[in-house]
């Protein structure tokens, strides 16, 4: 069975930290590209940050650059994104994605940036 478990969002003041990972089973994590995206109150899905399935290409959506960083560990089959500086307009329920072939979704963690 295909799984993506994220984990490690929460309430978080702003200019805060957190790191998300995204826990993958049942498939080659290797050779997925992972994606994160994410998902406003009441706002449509954004592309946050990708990383190629060796880890060599990152990406990241312009409002995030230089706060956000996007890795991985193919030995624990393990997705993360550490959030730096967060802001208000960060908070989001927060979505891993595998692509290849076809495509895996995660269930979704829950970002808060509030004080």
């Known amino acids: 069975e295909v799984q993506l478990v994220e984990s490690g969002g929460g309430l978080v003041q702003p200019g805060g930290s957190l790191r998300l990972s995204c826990a993958a089973s049942?498939?080659?994590?290797?050779?997925?590209?992972m994606t994160w995206v994410r998902q406003a109150p009441g706002k449509g899905l954004e592309w946050v940050s990708t990383?190629?399935?060796?880890?060599?290409?990152?990406r990241y959506l312009d409002s995030v650059k230089g706060r956000f960083t996007i890795s991985r560990d193919n030995a624990r089959d393990t997705l993360y994104l550490q959030m730096n500086t967060l802001k208000p307009e960060d908070t989001a329920v927060y979505y891993c994605?595998?692509?290849?072939?076809?495509?895996?979704w995660g269930q979704g963690t829950q970002v808060t940036v509030s004080s």
């Open positions: 049942g498939f080659t994590f290797a050779n997925y590209e």
């Open positions: 990383i190629t399935g060796g880890g060599a290409i990152t």
């Open positions: 994605i595998g692509t290849a072939v076809t495509s895996y």
